[in-house]
Nanobody, 124 residues
Framework: QVQLVESGGGLVQPGGSLRLSCAAS????????IGWFRQAPGKEREGVSCIRISDGSTYYADSVKGRFTISRDNAKNTVYLQMNSLNAEDTAVYYC?????????????????WGQGTQVTVSS
């Protein structure tokens, strides 16, 4: 059974950093894509970034490009999202998800399995 568990969220001041982790189990890393998404209160879920496990190719939403970095550790079956220069607009519940098409996309409808989410709050 596929399971994704996010961790690393919390409260951070504007301009600060956080690193989120997504630990995956129940499958073998292959030509999968793991994505990070976020959902703020009253807003739709939006894609943030994704990474193809097989070759490390990445994609970022324009809103986070240059501030966020996605990476993976295949030995640990874990994907990370390093978030720098955080601002209030980054406040949301962050989710990781996985899809098996291999296509680099951050459209939520492409993703098959989702984690439970971790809260990120940027506030002074």
């Amino acid at each position: 059974q596929v399971q994704l568990v996010e961790s690393g969220g919390g409260l951070v001041q504007p301009g600060g950093s956080l690193r989120l982790s997504c630990a995956a189990s129940g499958f073998t890393f292959g030509n999968y894509v793991i994505g990070w998404f976020r959902q703020a209160p009253g807003k739709e879920r939006e894609g943030v970034s994704c990474i193809r496990i097989s070759d490390g190719s990445t994609y970022y939403a324009d809103s986070v490009k240059g501030r966020f970095t996605i990476s993976r550790d295949n030995a640990k079956n874990t994907v990370y999202l390093q978030m720098n220069s955080l601002n209030a607009e980054d406040t949301a519940v962050y989710y990781c998800a996985i899809q098996r098409s291999g296509v680099l996309t951050i459209q939520p409808s492409w993703y098959d399995f989702w984690g439970q989410g971790t809260q990120v709050t940027v506030s002074s």
